[in-house]
């Protein structure tokens, strides 16, 4: 195994293998793909969040040229079931006059032209039966059961001979006596904190074209996983999952939302089968706020104990998201169980089910959110004590996973500490209301970590003749540098040289890999070609043992050798999380340290600076992992102060379904001054190749870093996210 | 209607309700100016240089272009092939993750050096800003894009 850090070519700040293609418009997105005589499409969403159908009109659309047909619930076929970590959604549209969120796909306007069915959409007439929406504080809610202590792996089912995932977030988890430890705990901090919901926002908003060939179908599509998509087509509309082909080379953006199969999909694929012509759908971004799901709005009730020395002697921690009527999503929060030694712990979920659509995982799910609670808890107790906060951190340091006692498969986080402390200059930082002009500045830091999410993961390599090496996998490239990093794993594991490496990708006739998602796609289908490539050269080693590979082809007659490497995770599961069956508890981790100005006549907030210090793993391309972490930081600081969605609490329609009344950072937001640092580490367990996953960990616990930087500040602590103008003058305002 | 993309002559009829982003995309099939809202919203994904100036095409109808000269990203690397400069250190600096946004973002340094508003980094940060990017890649976005103007402005 390969797991020295010794080799160059692994960790080298290679520019990226796509380059060139997305600098000169090349790169072809699936919307930018055009089908001789292919039809646009529109959806036509229910006006009302709540209520049944009882006409459309399309009279007025006869006005408009180009309009071809407009198909409802009568000309949609019944579709079959789809099954959950495949479907986003389990309820598909058009199948009844029932209407569960507002934008629930009602109808489709096919046209020749995009300005066609773009004029028509709005003539269409949807009238409804309504009834008053579910509103958030108004549902009913559902507790998340679960075997008491269940390990976090995520069990798995059986159902009609195939084995399907069960969700496995938000079981309750118990160990000693959590109330009564609180009781008598030296101190104690707690309280409620907020999230909103929130958009993914991607900058392509997801596009689908379908097209037929008799019963073969081909799917140009925006997708985080394309191996989730020819079953539930196959499912939904009754066809052999093996004549569903996939070619989605690049995709722009998807941060969750393009990772499981939405009904939009499955819609443009029945329409294209309906019409018998090629049809292509591309959201619009208000579409896409009903349409690809978002983060759900979520309330932590957070509490620490403490001894006076720091020690954490029990954590309550109970979290309630809202989902919708039809669909189950549980926003892990209380996966941060697992981040500090504590004797004590209760924990539990449950949902709300109130009039949206289908939530779903967005950058970053689980700890992305349970940290913003316990990270500030941590924050607020160190403060109490008077205790430095990474000193407090360090003294709850967890050797062992503590819900399981596991080993980890690797954790240098202490190392992440110091060095990102070093690199911040955090115990020399300035205390007590600096100022600078009119701003006021404070600093924060928090912990970082995300549970390790693993697939399964395939690819092929090929050694030609002339020593070219192919790679074959069918992977998305979402700009997380995967490709590049896939031909840095080849040529050191070939030991060619890596300019000799080409990746084939994003076209399901390749071997069927694992998601661009959850962080995990180095982890599976870098670990695939790794082992891809030892066995070709164990195949090699029958015909010569020269040890170059290029030298020993050269020396047969044959014309190419290949290598398969499959990438399994213990006791076959298809997927696993923070662990599963492998022995040790796999994670990644990080600190975050930031440094922010106030601005208290104005309220504004500004970021001024920021140090990221992680434990990730094996690096495998220094300049692309720091993009990851780049990303993920900006990403938190949208979060932190600016994002939001609101749904109109009297329809339960999402307000301003665009990027003017839904704030993302601009350039001017970030400084330049972001230093991202990996602490030197190989993991032996996680994957083949010494990795795990970097990327979302960087946007956990930046948030509460950000509001306690704020409270260093200005004195006002906010635990109702984003951190906006607003709700700063009104804490100062209090104070 | 007559009017230059990349160079070439187009002279044809357009239909009244078809914007620059769309003809362009669906006739020359130029599909490096993306869509990210059509509404002027997104931070221009669809961003090109009409007679220079940077424009979100999905604001601007094709009616309004007679006698323009519209560059977009396939227009901008020389005969040869060869990229120009700030196509370079899009790369050298790795100003972009997904992509999507970067022929617009390409587009927009081209007119922010252009324009001379590229002499600091907290110059480039605002006069950048019009160009949303969510896999956030902006500090290597303003890195290249003074890296470019080093080179472009000497
Ligand atoms: S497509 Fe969004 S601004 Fe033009
Ligand atoms: S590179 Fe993805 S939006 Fe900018």
Same mark, same amino acid.
């Given at each position: 195994?390969?797991?020295?850090?010794?080799?160059?070519?692994?960790?080298?700040?290679?520019?990226?293998?796509?380059?060139?293609?997305?600098?000169?418009?090349?790169?072809?997105?699936?919307?930018?793909?055009?089908?001789?005589?292919?039809?646009?499409?529109?959806?036509? =969403?229910? #006006? /009302?969040?709540? *209520?049944?159908?009882?006409?459309?009109?399309? !009279?007025?659309?006869?006005? %408009?040229? &180009?309009?071809?047909?407009?198909?409802?619930?009568?000309?949609?076929?019944?579709?079959?079931?789809?099954?959950?970590?495949?479907?986003?959604?389990?309820?598909?549209?058009?199948?009844?006059?029932?209407?569960?969120?507002?934008?629930?796909?009602?109808?489709?306007?096919?046209?020749?032209?995009?300005?066609?069915?773009?004029?028509?959409?709005?003539?269409?007439?949807?009238?409804?039966?309504?009834?008053?929406?579910?509103?958030?504080?108004?549902?009913?809610?559902?507790?998340?059961?679960?075997?008491?202590?269940?390990?976090?792996?995520?069990?798995?089912?059986?159902?009609?001979?195939?084995?399907?995932?069960?969700?496995?977030? =938000?079981? #309750? /988890?118990?160990? *000693?006596?959590?109330?009564?430890?609180?009781? !008598?705990?030296?101190?104690? %901090?707690? &309280?409620?904190?907020?999230?909103?919901?929130?958009?993914?926002?991607?900058?392509?908003?997801?596009?689908?074209?379908?097209?037929?060939?008799?019963?073969?179908?081909?799917?140009?599509?925006?997708?985080?996983?394309?191996?989730?998509?020819?079953?539930?087509?196959?499912?939904?509309?009754?066809?052999?999952?093996?004549?569903?082909?996939?070619?989605?080379?690049?995709?722009?953006?998807?941060?969750?939302?393009?990772?499981?199969?939405?009904?939009?999909?499955?819609?443009?694929?029945?329409?294209?089968?309906?019409?018998?012509?090629?049809?292509?759908?591309?959201?619009?971004?208000?579409?896409?706020?009903?349409?690809?799901?978002?983060?759900?709005?979520?309330?932590?009730?957070?509490?620490?104990?403490?001894?006076?020395?720091?020690?954490?002697?029990?954590?309550?921690?109970?979290?309630?998201?809202?989902?919708?009527?039809?669909?189950?999503?549980?926003?892990?929060?209380?996966?941060?169980?697992?981040?500090?030694?504590?004797?004590?712990?209760?924990?539990?979920?449950?949902?709300?089910?109130?009039?949206?659509?289908?939530?779903?995982?967005?950058?970053?799910?689980?700890?992305?959110?349970?940290?913003?609670?316990?990270?500030?808890?941590?924050?607020?107790?160190?403060?109490?004590?008077?205790?430095?906060?990474?000193?407090?951190?360090?003294?709850?340091?967890?050797?062992?996973?503590?819900?399981?006692?596991?080993?980890?498969?690797?954790?240098?986080?202490?190392?992440?500490?110091?060095?990102?402390?070093?690199?911040?200059?955090?115990?020399?930082?300035?205390?007590?209301?600096?100022?600078?002009?009119?701003?006021?500045?404070?600093?924060?830091?928090?912990?970082?970590?995300?549970?390790?999410?693993?697939?399964?993961?395939?690819?092929?390599?090929?050694?030609?003749?002339?020593?070219?090496?192919?790679?074959?996998?069918?992977?998305?490239?979402?700009?997380?540098?995967?490709?590049?990093?896939?031909?840095?794993?080849?040529?050191?594991?070939?030991?060619?040289?890596?300019?000799?490496?080409?990746?084939?990708?994003?076209?399901?006739?390749?071997?069927?890999?694992?998601?661009?998602?959850?962080?995990?796609?180095?982890?599976?289908?870098?670990?695939?070609?790794?082992?891809?490539?030892?066995?070709?050269?164990?195949?090699?080693?029958?015909?010569?043992?020269?040890?170059?590979?290029?030298?020993?082809?050269?020396?047969?007659?044959?014309?190419?050798?290949?290598?398969?490497?499959?990438?399994?995770?213990?006791?076959?599961?298809?997927?696993?999380?923070?662990?599963?069956?492998?022995?040790?508890?796999?994670?990644?981790?990080?600190?975050?340290?930031?440094?922010?100005?106030?601005?208290?006549?104005?309220?504004?907030?500004?970021?001024?600076?920021?140090?990221?210090?992680?434990?990730?793993?094996?690096?495998?391309?220094?300049?692309?992992?720091?993009?990851?972490?780049?990303?993920?930081?900006?990403?938190?600081?949208?979060?932190?102060?600016?994002?939001?969605?609101?749904?109109?609490?009297?329809?339960?329609?999402?307000?301003?379904?665009?990027?003017?009344?839904?704030?993302?950072?601009?350039?001017?937001?970030?400084?330049?001054?972001?230093?991202?640092?990996?602490?030197?580490?190989?993991?032996?367990?996680?994957?083949?190749?010494?990795?795990?996953?970097?990327?979302?960990?960087?946007?956990?616990?930046?948030?509460?870093?950000?509001?306690?930087?704020?409270?260093?500040?200005?004195?006002?602590?906010?635990?109702?996210?984003?951190?906006?103008?607003?709700?700063?003058?009104?804490?100062?305002?209090?104070? | 209607?007559?009017?230059?993309?990349?160079?070439?002559?187009?002279?044809?009829?357009?239909?009244?309700?078809?914007?620059?982003?769309?003809?362009?995309?669906?006739?020359?099939?130029?599909?490096?100016?993306?869509?990210?809202?059509?509404?002027?919203?997104?931070?221009?994904?669809?961003?090109?240089?009409?007679?220079?100036?940077?424009?979100?095409?999905?604001?601007?109808?094709?009616?309004?272009?007679?006698?323009?000269?519209?560059?977009?990203?396939?227009?901008?690397?020389?005969?040869?092939?060869?990229?120009?400069?700030?196509?370079?250190?899009?790369?050298?600096?790795?100003?972009?993750?997904?992509?999507?946004?970067?022929?617009?973002?390409?587009?927009?340094?081209?007119?922010?050096?252009?324009?001379?508003?590229?002499?600091?980094?907290?110059?480039?940060?605002?006069?950048?800003?019009?160009?949303?990017?969510?896999?956030?890649?902006?500090?290597?976005?303003?890195?290249a894009v003074l890296a470019a103007s080093k080179k472009v402005t000497g």
């Open positions: 195994m390969t797991v020295d850090n010794d080799r160059s070519i692994v960790g080298a700040p290679l520019p990226r293998v796509e380059g060139p293609a997305k600098v000169t418009g090349a790169a072809k997105y699936s919307a930018d793909n055009e089908l001789p005589g292919m039809l646009h499409a529109a959806i036509v =969403g229910a #006006p /009302v969040a709540r *209520g049944r159908l009882v006409q459309i009109d399309t !009279t007025a659309l006869a006005a %408009v040229e &180009g309009v071809v047909r407009v198909l409802t619930r009568e000309d949609m076929p019944t579709f079959g079931a789809v099954h959950a970590f495949q479907a986003a959604a389990l309820d598909l549209p058009m199948q009844s006059d029932e209407i569960h969120f507002e934008g629930e796909p009602v109808a489709i306007v096919l046209g020749t032209s995009l300005q066609a069915v773009e004029q028509a959409r709005p003539l269409v007439r949807v009238r409804c039966a309504a009834q008053p929406p579910i509103l958030p504080g108004h549902g009913e809610r559902e507790v998340i059961a679960g075997e008491e202590g269940e390990r976090d792996g995520g069990s798995v089912g059986e159902e009609g001979g195939m084995t399907w995932m069960v969700w496995p977030y =938000g079981g #309750p /988890v118990r160990i *000693g006596d959590a109330a009564a430890s609180l009781e !008598t705990s030296h101190t104690r %901090v707690g &309280g409620t904190w907020t999230h909103p919901s929130r958009h993914h926002n991607p900058m392509e908003t997801s596009s689908t074209i379908a097209h037929w060939d008799g019963d073969v179908l081909t799917m140009w599509d925006s997708v985080q996983a394309s191996f989730v998509v020819p079953p539930v087509l196959a499912d939904a509309l009754g066809i052999d999952p093996g004549n569903v082909t996939v070619v989605s080379p690049h995709t722009g953006g998807g941060f969750g939302a393009k990772g499981w199969v939405w009904p939009h999909q499955v819609l443009t694929a029945a329409a294209a089968r309906i019409v018998g012509r090629p049809v292509k759908l591309h959201l619009t971004r208000a579409d896409q706020y009903t349409s690809t799901g978002f983060q759900p709005a979520l309330t932590q009730h957070l509490e620490l104990g403490a001894d006076s020395s720091g020690r954490l002697t029990a954590t309550r921690h109970h979290v309630s998201n809202i989902t919708g009527l039809t669909e189950t999503y549980v926003e892990g929060a209380t996966e941060v169980k697992d981040l500090y030694a504590c004797p004590a712990l209760d924990t539990g979920q449950d949902v709300e089910r109130i009039s949206v659509g289908a939530p779903t995982p967005m950058r970053t799910t689980n700890e992305g959110c349970g940290l913003w609670a316990l990270e500030s808890a941590m924050n607020e107790l160190a403060h109490e004590l008077n205790i430095d906060p990474l000193e407090l951190r360090l003294r709850n340091y967890a050797d062992r996973e503590p819900t399981t006692e596991r080993p980890w498969s690797s954790k240098r986080l202490r190392e992440a500490y110091a060095d990102g402390a070093r690199l911040f200059g955090w115990y020399d930082r300035p205390r007590d209301g600096r100022t600078d002009g009119p701003w006021r500045i404070g600093t924060g830091m928090a912990t970082c970590t995300m549970g390790q999410v693993r697939f399964p993961g395939n690819a092929r390599v090929r050694l030609a003749r002339d020593g070219s090496v192919r790679i074959e996998t069918d992977i998305q490239d979402i700009g997380t540098g995967l490709q590049t990093v896939l031909t840095q794993i080849a040529a050191d594991e070939l030991d060619v040289p890596v300019g000799d490496v080409s990746v084939a990708w994003g076209h399901s006739d390749l071997p069927s890999t694992g998601p661009v998602y959850a962080s995990s796609a180095t982890v599976h289908t870098g670990s695939a070609v790794a082992l891809a490539c030892r066995e070709l050269r164990k195949n090699l080693s029958e015909y010569s043992d020269t040890p170059s590979v290029t030298d020993a082809i050269a020396e047969t007659d044959l014309a190419e050798i290949v290598g398969e490497g499959k990438f399994g995770l213990e006791g076959n599961a298809p997927i696993d999380v923070g662990g599963g069956d492998s022995g040790y508890a796999i994670r990644s981790f990080g600190a975050v340290f930031v440094e922010v100005a106030v601005d208290p006549e104005l309220g504004l907030l500004r970021l001024r600076r920021m140090v990221g210090s992680y434990s990730c793993g094996r690096i495998m391309n220094e300049r692309t992992a720091r993009a990851q972490m780049i990303g993920s930081l900006t990403w938190a600081w949208g979060k932190a102060t600016m994002e939001r969605s609101e749904l109109d609490p009297a329809t339960a329609r999402w307000l301003s379904k665009n990027l003017t009344g839904v704030h993302v950072p601009a350039n001017a937001d970030i400084p330049a001054d972001i230093i991202v640092h990996f602490v030197d580490e190989v993991d032996p367990h996680a994957s083949a190749i010494g990795a795990r996953g970097v990327g979302e960990v960087g946007a956990t616990g930046v948030d509460a870093a950000i509001a306690d930087a704020v409270f260093d500040a200005v004195g006002v602590r906010i635990r109702d996210l984003p951190i906006t103008p607003k709700r700063l003058l009104t804490a100062i305002g209090e104070t | 209607m007559e009017f230059r993309v990349n160079g070439e002559i187009h002279s044809e009829q357009v239909s009244a309700r078809t914007s620059l982003l769309d003809w362009l995309r669906e006739h020359p099939g130029l599909t490096g100016a993306k869509k990210g809202c059509a509404e002027g919203a997104c931070g221009g994904a669809c961003t090109v240089l009409v007679d220079g100036v940077r424009m979100n095409s999905c604001l601007v109808l094709v009616a309004q272009c007679h006698g323009s000269n519209i560059t977009t990203i396939e227009g901008l690397a020389d005969v040869d092939g060869v990229l120009h400069p700030v196509q370079k250190a899009f790369i050298g600096e790795d100003a972009f993750q997904c992509g999507y946004c970067t022929p617009a973002q390409i587009m927009s340094a081209v007119a922010s050096i252009r324009e001379r508003h590229t002499s600091s980094a907290e110059e480039v940060q605002e006069w950048m800003s019009g160009n949303l990017c969510h896999c956030s890649a902006y500090p290597q976005i303003t890195a």
